[in-house]
């Protein structure tokens, strides 16, 4: 087993919930391996040395798995990476994971350590499963029925660029299989795009947004010089490619009759901000 929970006594429980940083509670601090500078956690000595007072040349993360000294936070003895400190015998987290080499004090964040990822998750180990394809962890509501995307985790968050694989925030699965920050996907949705970054296929329910576009298209006049215009248009939300009469305000896909597509090749572009209109 890589991860171990202190039981609690007088000893072990000293200084809880007392030390550490805005990222963990926990009584140690590291010694990065990289710079040899002693940090309070690893997303401390990332923030620090990645910010934009440092030469980008030297900019860098910490290689976390290499980890090798901790100083307990109570009694400041500098020791190797273990739980329980040899000097004055507190537990320098509550949760510890000895492959990760990460220690927490807030151990109702369920920590567990999935050996696929080959990082600490949070959750419950119980509630989530290992996508193999997806290569990351998932929430057991998801195991039948999400489409799989290679390596769906590791790349950055589309909108924000953090890298997602790693990172602490709340994650969503859009329907299309691309994964992005939740507050990411909220943002997103206070400018009225609810389609994914990735590759366009919308992620929530527009039916009342198309049937409103079904009535502006209806209401509005095609100018006599593109009456007879014809386009070739691809729906992002099916695929299809097809060619249709050119319109001003929208195209409607005649497969899906999704009003999220995109011309292709023939005559300008219809008026995109009358679809963000109806999206309204």
């Known amino acids: 087993m890589s ?3 202190c039981e609690l006594n007088s000893t072990v429980d000293l200084g809880y919930g007392n030390f ?3 990222h963990y509670r926990r009584r140690c601090k590291i010694r990065a391996p990289c710079c040899d500078e002693i940090f309070d956690c690893r997303h401390c000595h990332n923030e620090s040395k990645n910010s934009m007072e440092i030469n980008p040349i030297d900019r860098h993360d910490i290689p976390r798995h290499e ?7 109570l009694c400041d003895t500098e020791q190797e990476v273990q739980q329980q400190c040899f000097h004055c015998g507190v537990c320098m987290g509550k949760y510890f994971c000895s492959k990760c080499k990460f220690f927490d004090d807030d151990i109702s964040k369920q920590q567990y350590h999935c050996n696929e990822c080959g990082i600490c998750r949070t959750g419950g180990e119980e509630n989530f499963f290992h996508c193999n394809r997806c290569g990351c962890c998932y929430s057991l509501f998801m195991k039948d029925s999400h489409n799989c995307v290679e390596r769906a985790m590791h790349h950055n968050c589309p909108v924000c660029f953090e890298f997602l694989f790693e990172t602490t925030k709340d994650i969503t699965v859009l329907p299309c299989g691309h994964t992005i920050h ?23 329910d527009m039916s009342r947004a198309w049937k409103k576009l079904d009535q502006r298209v209806a209401l509005t006049p095609v100018p006599q010089m593109y009456r007879n215009k014809m386009v070739w248009i691809l729906c992002n939300d099916c695929g299809e490619r097809f060619e249709t009469n050119f319109h001003i305000v929208a195209h409607k896909c005649q497969k899906c009759n999704s009003y999220n597509t995109k011309q292709t090749r023939g005559g300008p572009p219809p008026c995109s901000s009358s679809i963000e209109e109806m999206k309204r």
């Open 3 to 5: 991860s171990f929970h």
């Open 20 to 22: 550490g940083c805005t």
């Open 67 to 73: 980890l090798k000294r901790v100083i307990c936070s």
């Open 182 to 204: 939740l507050e990411c996907v909220k943002e997103m949705q206070q400018h009225f795009q609810y389609a994914c970054p990735v590759c366009s296929k919308s992620y929530c």
